[in-house]
Nanobody
Framework: QVRLVESGGGVVQPGGSLTLSCAAS????????MTWYRQPPGKRRELAASITKAATRNYADSVRGRFTISIDVAKNTVYLQMNSLKPEDTAVYYC?????????????WGQGTQVTVSS
């Protein structure tokens, strides 16, 4: 059974840093693509960062150079290191796992963790 549990959110001042964690059970990272999405207040959910099963990383333009996505296979955990945070990074951050089986999309979501960047 797949389960994704995010943690590490909180309130931080502009320019600060946070590291989000996604504890992933029932996930084989060799077949799943892992993504951090975020949903700012009053806006649609958007991709922040992703890492493919081949370890290719992709970032939204708004976070490239400030955020880093990584996986610790031994700990079954996906991380999002966020530096130089801005007020516009305020959002609920969600962990997502995706794989394709014979053309069928298999997707899982965590419950989300709130990040607030404010002075």
């Amino acid at each position: 059974q797949v389960r994704l549990v995010e943690s590490g959110g909180g309130v931080v001042q502009p320019g600060g840093s946070l590291t989000l964690s996604c504890a992933a059970s029932g996930i084989d990272f060799s077949v799943f693509e892992m993504t951090w999405y975020r949903q700012p207040p009053g806006k649609r959910r958007e991709l922040a960062a992703s890492i493919t099963k081949a370890a290719t990383r992709n970032y939204a333009d708004s976070v490239r150079g400030r955020f880093t996505i990584s996986i610790d296979v031994a700990k079954n955990t996906v991380y999002l290191q966020m530096n130089s945070l801005k007020p516009e990074d305020t959002a609920v951050y969600y962990c997502n796992a995706l794989k394709w089986d014979w053309g069928r999309r298999n997707e899982y979501w965590g419950q989300g963790t709130q990040v607030t960047v404010s002075s």
